[in-house]
């Protein structure tokens, strides 16, 4: 038998909230509204951007509220208006109040990039990749008031492959917790799930990460720079300087080399190699300041690398 249609109000602004918002809308449950965050101005002109969440809103024919908050004033009332029975959160990237979370009449769900409770917070895609984790996952939670604390009602475990960076890792968790969101409230609607208490000893954090996170220390081994530059790819990439100038290292493979860390020791037609703090990095693909992402060859026949010059 299937399960009995529910009212969803979905809040997302990521482009991996997208695919939960599409598999919603193809679902037996009603999506009453889509919230979603205002448009700021972003890029060299402050043009206003809307969110990925808002154009496919859209798309699909949605009612859409754009606002700054869903705490107080228009976010609040078209979200009370809409009358929830499940307020379903995706990489919403705000801390939900009780009396928001209680507008859900049968249950606030948050789709989570980790198998909690392990990378609790906001960057659990890129932290897995920046520990050098073999696996990671995707988990519905019943929501709580604190950050990624409630309990458990759908896990999936997936392998992280070798060649992951953030943007492969997280479209694929994206499409897998589409799925496991659906199931989730599916499995509420007929009462089949039991919610899990998480075990809070076990937590771990991924924090945000900001701008000092993105430069590369040489110092560091060379595969915690390789996952370092996987955990930043394809945006905003890890950073380094070249004679002076920006570069960022969008992919690299560690391998063996000897020399002072930050110093390029071997240069070659196909690439080139810098020492690290225990062994070296030989970058992939780089994207010198102000230019488009290169391989290795191209940026050695355009830049001429030589063995004795430092990075950073």
Not at 55 to 69: D, F, N
Request: charge should be neutral; glycine fraction near 12%.
């Amino acid at each position: 038998m299937a399960a009995p249609s529910l009212r969803v109000a979905f809040l997302g602004n990521d482009a991996w909230s997208v695919p939960a918002l599409e598999a919603l809308a193809a679902s037996a449950h009603r999506v009453e509204l889509v919230v979603t965050a205002a448009p700021k101005p972003a890029g060299r002109g402050n043009a206003l951007r809307r969110t990925p969440v808002a154009g496919t809103s859209e798309r699909l024919g949605l009612p859409l509220a754009e606002v700054a908050t869903v705490k107080t004033g228009e976010g609040a009332e078209r979200l009370t208006a809409s009358a929830p029975q499940i307020l379903a959160v995706v990489a919403y990237g705000e801390i939900l109040p009780p009396g928001i979370l209680g507008l859900a009449a049968v249950a606030p769900v948050n789709l989570h990039f980790s198998l909690l409770p392990e990378l609790r917070g906001a960057s659990p895609v890129q932290t897995a990749l920046l520990l050098g984790l073999e696996r990671t996952g995707v988990s519905t939670i019943l929501m709580d008031e604190g950050m990624d604390t409630g309990p458990i009602l759908l896990q999936r475990e997936e392998p992280i492959a070798p060649a992951d960076d953030a943007g492969s890792l997280g479209s694929r968790l994206a499409a897998i917790g589409a799925e496991v969101l659906v199931a989730t409230i599916d499995g509420l609607a007929t009462g089949g799930l039991e919610p899990v208490p998480q075990d809070h000893a076990r937590a771990t954090y991924a924090a945000r990460l900001g701008p000092p996170d993105r430069v590369l220390d040489w110092s560091r081994p060379a595969r915690e720079l390789v996952n370092r530059c996987r955990a930043l790819s394809p945006e905003p990439a890890a950073t380094t300087s070249f004679r002076g100038r920006g570069l960022k290292v969008f992919s690299a493979a560690a391998v063996e080399a000897d020399g002072a860390p930050g110093t390029i020791v071997e240069a070659g037609r196909q690439g080139f190699v810098v020492a690290a703090g225990a062994g070296g990095l030989r970058p992939l693909e780089l994207a010198p300041a102000g230019r488009k992402r290169m391989d290795a060859g191209s940026f050695v026949n355009g830049f001429r690398p030589r063995v004795g010059e430092r990075l950073g």
